[in-house]
């Protein structure tokens, strides 16, 4: 079968840095997407991999191992407004998307 | 303003009506869908569309109907056969077929039902 997994929850502080950790196991790869969810309104792209390594984007990265199944989302210099739900998505071979179901973090002033 | 527009943004059902969920994108994407979402729970596929008056179900289809008449819109109705229609629904679209493209979302519809 296919699965996305991510924890549930974390907790950080304003100004360090959280890493959200999600591994899958998937009916082929077409790429790793992350996207962020504020509560109640829909999920905005945040970034995507699809080969191996680090992309950068500003406060955000995300990491991808193909051969591992394993990707990270890293934010750096917290704010507040980054309290949301974090959601990984892999597309597989028939190019639609599967979800993870979200990490939720909580950021403490 | 290209975009995907969903409404009504709440909507309230009694038991056994069916009820329509509109979707329209002015962006020109191929490609629409449908996701439910629950709490706790990663978005699920209801139906799909990859081009006009074509579709097909997600894995969640039962008790839901879609139509693509028109490349720019993507209605679902949620029929009474559907035992737990309270969700918040989410419609989405991508340019390519095929392609790994981004999906864009739109802002939701929070269905309650009575």
């Known amino acids: 079968g296919q699965n996305i997994d991510q924890p549930t929850e974390m907790t950080a502080t304003e100004g360090a840095i959280v890493q959200i950790n999600c591994t899958y196991q998937?009916?082929?790869?077409?790429?790793l997407f992350w996207y962020q969810q504020h509560a109640g309104e829909a999920p905005t792209f945040l970034s995507y991999?699809?080969l191996d390594g680090l992309e950068e984007k500003g406060r955000f990265s995300s990491f991808l191992s193909r051969s591992k199944g394993y990707s990270y989302l890293l934010l750096k210099e917290l704010q507040m407004k980054d309290s949301a739900s974090y959601l990984c998505?892999?597309?597989?071979?028939?190019?639609?998307?599967?979800w993870g179901a979200g990490t939720k973090l909580i950021i403490k002033p | 303003d290209g975009g995907i527009t969903q409404s009504p943004k709440y909507l309230f059902r009694k038991e056994g009506q069916n009820v329509t969920l509109s979707c329209e994108q002015n962006?020109?994407?191929?490609?629409m869908y449908w996701y439910r979402q629950d709490p706790g729970q990663g978005l699920r596929l209801i139906y799909y569309?990859?081009?006009?008056?074509?579709?097909q179900k997600g894995d969640i289809a039962e008790g839901y109907s879609v139509s693509r008449e028109k490349k720019e819109s993507f209605p679902l109705t949620v029929t009474s056969a559907q035992k737990n229609p309270t969700a918040f629904y989410l419609c989405?679209?991508?340019?390519?077929?095929?392609?790994?493209?981004?999906?864009?979302f739109g802002p939701g519809t929070r269905l309650t039902v009575l």
């Open positions: 991999n699809v």
């Open positions: 989405a679209s991508r340019p390519g077929q095929g392609e790994a493209d981004t999906q864009y």
């Open positions: 569309s990859q081009i006009v008056n074509d579709f």
């Open positions: 962006l020109n994407h191929d490609a």
């Open positions: 998505a892999v597309m597989d071979s028939n190019y639609q998307l599967i």
């Open positions: 998937t009916s082929g790869f077409n790429g």
